[in-house]
T-cell receptor, first 112, second 113 residues
Framework: DADVTQTPRNRITKTGKRIMLECSQTKGHDRMYWYRQDPGLGLRLIYYSFDVKDINKGEISDGYSVSRQAQAKFSLSLESAIPNQTALYFC???????????FGQGTRLTVV | QKEVEQNSGPLSVPEGAIASLNCTYSDRVSQSFFWYRQYSGKSPELIMSIYSNGDKEDGRFTAQLNKASQYVSLLIRDSQPSDSATYLCAVNSLSSGTYKYIFGTGTRLKVLA
C-alpha cells in the first residue's frame, strides 16, 4: 500500500458543485500539504498543516478550504467548483526536520 | 523574480550522454534542496537531496550545491530513454517564520535513443 493515499484518483464535476479530495498517510508525519499542478506552472501550494491544530494558507488558497481530521488525514474542499480549478492535485507529507516530501498518487480533477 | 527558477526545456540529449539540469533560488536562508523526477501524469519521486555545499553522488546522479551562488544542479550520466521526464527542483525555504517547500516549474528532459 502507498504511504500517502489520495481519493478519488479522477473526478469530473460540474461548475458550482462542492467536492472534497481526501488524503491519508501512514508515514506518521505531522506535516501535510496540498498542491495543485498546472502545465507550465509547476507545483503551487494551496494549504499546509504542521499538526492537527495548525493550518495555514499557501500561495493560492482562494476558493479552497481544508480540514485536518487527524494526524493521518488532510482533506481539501472546493466549496463551489469552477472550471479554472481543473488541475492535477497532490497531497504530500514531510517530517519536521526539513527532509524530503512524500507525494500521493495525485487526483485529476476536471470541472465542466 | 521567482523563488525557484528552472529552464523549462525541453532539454534533449542523446542516449549515453550527460544531462545537466540547473536551478537557482532566491532565498539565501534555504536549508534543504531536492531533485524530483516526474513522469507525465504521475506523482513526483525523489531522486536526490543535498544539504551542504559541494557534490553528492548516487549512482548515475550527481547533485551539486553552491549556496554562495544560490545554485543547485543535477547531472545524469549515461542518460537512458527511461530518464525522459520532468525534473523538479525543490527548496525547503524559510518563509514567514516557517519552512515550506518551494518548487520550480520543472525542466523537461528528453533522452533520444
Amino acid at each position: 500500500d502507498a504511504d500517502v493515499t489520495q481519493t478519488p484518483r479522477n473526478r469530473i464535476t460540474k461548475t458550482g458543485k462542492r467536492i472534497m479530495l481526501e488524503c491519508s498517510q501512514t508515514k506518521g508525519h505531522d506535516r501535510m500539504y496540498w498542491y495543485r499542478q498546472d502545465p507550465g506552472l509547476g507545483l503551487r501550494l494551496i494549504y499546509y498543516s504542521f499538526d492537527v491544530k495548525d493550518i495555514n494558507k499557501g500561495e493560492i488558497s482562494d476558493g479552497y478550504s481544508v480540514s485536518r481530521q487527524a494526524q493521518a488525514k488532510f482533506s481539501l474542499s472546493l466549496e463551489s467548483a469552477i472550471p479554472n480549478q481543473t488541475a492535477l492535485y497532490f497531497c504530500a507529507t514531510s517530517d519536521p526536520t526539513g527532509g524530503e516530501a512524500f507525494f500521493g498518487q495525485g487526483t485529476r480533477l476536471t470541472v465542466v | 523574480q521567482k523563488e525557484v527558477e528552472q529552464n523549462s526545456g525541453p532539454l534533449s540529449v542523446p542516449e549515453g550522454a550527460i544531462a545537466s539540469l540547473n536551478c537557482t533560488y532566491s532565498d539565501r536562508v534555504s536549508q534543504s534542496f531536492f531533485w524530483y523526477r516526474q513522469y507525465s501524469g504521475k506523482s513526483p519521486e525523489l531522486i536526490m537531496s543535498i544539504y551542504s555545499n559541494g557534490d553528492k553522488e548516487d549512482g548515475r546522479f550527481t547533485a551539486q550545491l553552491n549556496k554562495a551562488s544560490q545554485y543547485v544542479s543535477l547531472l545524469i550520466r549515461d542518460s537512458q530513454p527511461s530518464d525522459s521526464a520532468t525534473y523538479l527542483c525543490a527548496v525547503n525555504s524559510l518563509s514567514s517564520g516557517t519552512y515550506k517547500y518551494i518548487f520550480g516549474t520543472g525542466t523537461r528532459l528528453k533522452v533520444l535513443a
